[in-house]
């Protein structure tokens, strides 16, 4: 299946910002994180088609999945 993801922020520092391509059937949120080494405690907030989403979440075919890192500030 087709899936794009999308990183931002510091998550894009060493990595394709954007990248399409083929994951097996049955891959999570999870399995994506992992493959691109970015450590969950850091992630602030992640989204499928524009709906947040848990870690858990499995992914179909054409999903859009974007990843954001926690923001501090004040």
């Known amino acids: 299946m087709q899936v794009t993801v999308k990183l931002f922020a510091s ?11 083929q994951y ?4 999570t949120v999870a399995d994506i994180v992992a493959q691109k080494e970015i450590p969950v405690s850091e992630i602030g907030i992640m ?4 709906r ?3 870690l ?3 992914l179909v075919d ?3 999945l974007a990843i954001f ?6």
């Open 11 to 21: 998550f894009r520092t060493g990595r394709e910002p954007i990248v399409s391509g």
């Open 24 to 27: 097996p059937a049955g891959t």
């Open 47 to 50: 989204l499928v088609n524009h």
């Open 52 to 54: 947040h989403v848990a």
């Open 56 to 58: 858990d979440r499995v």
């Open 62 to 64: 054409g999903d859009v």
């Open 69 to 74: 890192p926690l923001l501090g500030g004040g």
